[in-house]
């Protein structure tokens, strides 16, 4: 039987995944807690991650 454990295969996978938009600075987020807790100031970088796994 043949092994298809992820170890065996490690070296195929990705070690990371980055999606990095180009910054404008256009409208800011006027509350600073909610640019807070989004992780950024600007609303149109606040978008949520939609990666997926590594699957080949």
């Keep these: ?3 298809y454990s992820f170890e065996e295969h490690f070296e195929k996978y990705p070690l990371a ?12 987020y006027e509350n ?3 640019g ?3 992780g950024t100031i600007f609303p149109e ?3 949520p991650f939609t990666g997926r796994r590594c699957v080949k």
Excluded: S
């Design 45 to 47: 970088l606040d978008k």
């Design 17 to 28: 995944m980055a999606y990095v938009p180009w910054q404008h600075f256009t409208k800011m």
């Design 1 to 3: 039987m043949k092994d």
């Design 32 to 34: 600073l807690e909610k």
């Design 36 to 38: 807070y807790q989004a």
